[in-house]
């Protein structure tokens, strides 16, 4: 599998754990082993790679320069609280306190696909994105990415 499709919505327990959906465990590639890496995303949200889509990603930030200081910082935000998690006999992944927090989420959660990754909202905030966001600026954002040069697909 080379990227994620769907979107599910999950319900975090009291200890901050949640239900892997049938529908995400079906695309994770045995490559991974069962073994994930959740970290910040961009949007206040948190990503979670199959562990075989994080090695790459990790590999090239670990070959950046230490002596630029943009480097750094990309590197102290983007992995600050990146943790390994395995999903337990019963298929949740226990989300780090501190992750939960950073995402402000406490109960009702939403998991989307998003490419090689799948991010993990909190239900409202997610909603909230996509009321805030109309359909004339998702074209707008379409013909920016997706319309010109190397981008110039057909969807």
Request: hydrophobic share 40%.
């Given at each position: 599998?080379?990227?994620?499709?769907?979107?599910y919505?999950a319900?975090?327990?009291?200890?901050?754990?949640?239900?892997?959906?049938?529908?995400?465990k079906?695309?994770?590639?045995?490559?991974?082993g069962?073994?994930?890496?959740?970290?910040?995303?961009?949007?206040?949200?948190?990503?979670?790679?199959?562990?075989?889509?994080?090695?790459?990603?990790?590999?090239?930030?670990?070959?950046?320069n230490?002596?630029?200081?943009?480097?750094?910082?990309?590197?102290?935000?983007?992995?600050?609280?990146?943790?390994?998690?395995?999903?337990?006999?019963?298929?949740?992944?226990?989300?780090p306190?501190?992750?939960?927090?950073?995402?402000?989420?406490?109960?009702?959660?939403?998991?989307a696909?998003a490419?090689?990754?799948?991010?993990?909202?909190?239900?409202?905030?997610?909603?909230?994105?996509?009321?805030?966001?109309?359909p004339?600026?998702f074209?707008?954002?379409?013909?920016?990415?997706?319309?010109?040069?190397?981008?110039?697909?057909?969807?």
């Amino acid at each position: 599998m080379t990227g994620f499709l769907g979107e599910y919505e999950a319900t975090l327990d009291a200890k901050g754990r949640f239900l892997l959906p049938a529908g995400f465990k079906k695309q994770v590639s045995e490559a991974a082993g069962g073994q994930f890496v959740i970290n910040r995303g961009f949007e206040k949200c948190l990503s979670l790679y199959p562990m075989n889509e994080w090695q790459p990603i990790f590999e090239r930030i670990s070959k950046l320069n230490d002596f630029d200081p943009k480097v750094r910082e990309f590197r102290r935000y983007f992995l600050n609280g990146a943790t390994i998690l395995e999903l337990d006999s019963a298929g949740r992944l226990l989300v780090p306190k501190n992750l939960l927090s950073y995402a402000n989420m406490e109960k009702d959660i939403v998991l989307a696909a998003a490419s090689n990754k799948i991010e993990i909202w909190d239900k409202g905030k997610y909603q909230e994105f996509f009321e805030n966001f109309s359909p004339g600026a998702f074209s707008d954002l379409a013909q920016q990415v997706m319309g010109g040069g190397d981008n110039n697909i057909s969807i």
